[in-house]
């Protein structure tokens, strides 16, 4: 099945009262002025998969009838969520929830976390990093992942020199991170670092995990990450 949306319906939803938007196969930018609903219009594509819960809020208080979201494939596949959010072909939503990812402003990362045993699934909130990428350092056979993420990391931030995650005991990761300023070299746990070096590293992990047609939800990029490693986030994108 090829998940990529040619075309998402969404009514009364938050702040959206009827909306069709015909979609891209690649990037798609939503511009607009702050409350326009630029972000609940990523929300509501996340609802299509089961790691993101339903809210309250999802219903529109400007009506009482309820809210409604359909998305078409390019494959032909229709997806809809009912007004109890439920899926109305939960066939193809199991196939389809392990392919998305929203991210949205992220902060505070954990310096420690539980090593997951499924490393494909990254928690949007980060809290399971360092256990990630601790993985990947002990794994033979991820260990060039490792390598794969430094690379994209350094080519949104040149200050990372190194990531270096080490086994805490009891299941538990503990992330460093070499940074270079004025010619020297500093080891950091997340609690020493800017918030910028850590979403480069958590957005470089994503792309690296949800990629090859997955559905990649960036939510307010200014807010990651400043305009120059933007672009070259963008670039990262293109060639996912």
Known sequence: MDIRLKTIRIQNFRSIADATLKLDTGINVLAGPNGSGKSNILKAVSRFSNNVAF???????????????????????????????????????????????????LRGYPDESHVPKNIYFLRPDGSNLAGILNYYKGSIASSKDLDRLLERVRRITSEIDDISPKFQGEDRA?????????????????????????????????????SNGSIFLLDGPDGHLHAGSQEAMLDLLRNV
């Open 174 to 210: 503990q992330l460093y991170v070499k940074l270079k300023k004025n010619e020297e070299t500093h080891t950091f746990t997340p609690e020493g670092m800017s918030t910028g070096s850590l979403d480069a590293i958590f957005l470089s992990l994503a792309l690296q995990i949800y």
């Open 55 to 105: 809210s309250a809020n999802d219903q529109s208080r400007f009506s009482r009838e309820p809210f409604r979201i359909e998305a078409h494939t390019l494959s032909g596949d229709v997806l809809r969520i009912d007004p109890q959010g439920r899926f109305l072909n939960n066939n193809l939503v199991s196939g389809f929830e392990s392919f998305i990812f929203l991210m949205e402003a």
